[in-house]
């Protein structure tokens, strides 16, 4: 059992001082690798393991064709300027090919899990020789897949998988401890830029996560668009997370006086603190009419937006 370290109890100079220790104890003399996404979680890993290991920890960034619009170049570019080599790695047709036909969330995530930890991260271990991986989960993202909420991507160990006999490698998880609030904390006091830190979560399988039903090259596209609408309209709003989904279904809408069938984009926004718990964000009707015409007119083929107000639970911050 995992003990957890709340926000209000974490030093985080001791607990940073303590994971560069494991990390570096656990690969010794050897090399590492990260997956950097541009994550809260993930860009905490990634300056915790430069920490440990300097130019013996491999940092990529793996573009799956499911991030955000831009999002490989500009995570790149701050952490090169953080003096931290990114090689960003295309894996778009691995992922997409993987994805195809899919339409169950759980057949989607466990896709995305096998085509990310067994090919495209085994290749590039076997190529480096890299007996570790580091890794950004959170006990967040255990507690969830332990109580059966949902599978997260990157969790193992606690349903008695062994990474080192799957994969071929060992895996380090030095923020297991911490919920995302502790993470800012330690990230802050690593030296990340706000625009890293205090950034709203990004669930590990990125917009497949986002798309309900599968997540094709086109479907993708559309709820990209619309994640970048909704994400640079409630970006000063101070909620916890926010987001677009692309539900499955056509929906019945008008143009031109014309009936048409398209499409319907859902927006949630939350107010948490750990993400165990949420509630929708009261939004002024203006700003929710506002992403409304913006999304219908730039957005091809939708024809509806909604707006998310359940809390979690029942609900889940993502959709998938």
């Known amino acids: ?6 926000a209000g109890q974490l030093d985080p100079d001791r607990f940073i ?5 494991r990390i570096r104890s656990a690969v010794e003399d050897g090399t590492a690798i990260n997956a950097l996404s541009g994550g809260v979680d993930s860009s905490v890993v990634t300056m915790l393991g430069h920490r440990a290991l300097g130019r013996r920890l491999r940092t990529v960034f793996i573009d799956n064709g499911l991030m955000r619009e831009g999002e490989p170049e500009q995570v790149a570019g701050v952490f ?4 931290i080599a990114v090689q960003v790695v295309d894996a778009r047709e691995e992922f997409l090919s993987a994805l195809a ?32 991986l580091l890794q950004g989960t959170i ?19 606690q349903l008695g998988i062994d990474p080192q006999e799957a994969f071929g490698y060992r895996i380090l998880e030095p923020l297991v401890q911490l919920r995302k609030d502790g993470v800012r ?38 709820v990209r668009r619309a994640t970048a609408i909704v994400e640079q309209a409630l970006a000063g ?6 987001m677009a989904i692309l539900h499955e279904d056509r929906v019945t809408g008008m143009r031109d006086g014309r009936r048409d069938f398209g499409q319907q984009v859902e ?3 939350w107010d948490s603190i750990d993400a165990r718990t949420a509630s929708p964000t009261r939004l002024a009707f203006e700003v929710l009419e506002s992403m409304a015409a913006e999304i219908l007119r730039d957005v091809p083929g939708v024809v509806s937006v909604t707006y998310n107000i359940a809390t979690k639970p029942p609900s889940t911050i993502e959709a998938v």
């Not at 001082?17 to 220790?21: G, S, T």
């Not at 090169?80 to 003096?83: P, R």
């Not at 993202?141 to 969790?155: L, P, S």
């Not at 709003?237 to 926010?242: D, E, I």
């Open 1 to 6: 059992m995992t003990t957890e370290i709340t």
């Open 101 to 132: 036909g899919l339409t169950d969330p759980e057949q989607k995530r466990e896709a995305i899990t096998q085509t990310f930890y067994g090919r495209v991260f085994g290749r590039l271990v076997r190529e480096g020789g890299s007996k570790f």
């Open 267 to 269: 927006i949630r926004c």
């Open 80 to 83: 090169e300027g953080l003096g």
């Open 185 to 222: 904390i330690v990230g802050r006091a690593l030296g990340l830029p706000p625009s890293m830190f205090a950034r709203i979560p990004f669930p590990g399988p990125a917009l497949a996560a986002r798309v309900i039903g599968e997540a094709t090259a086109d479907r993708l596209a559309t």
């Open 17 to 21: 001082d303590e994971q560069v220790a």
């Open 237 to 242: 709003t101070g909620a916890f997370q926010f």
């Open 139 to 157: 006990l967040t993202d255990i507690d969830e897949t332990v109580a059966g909420i949902k599978r997260q991507h990157n969790v193992f160990a």
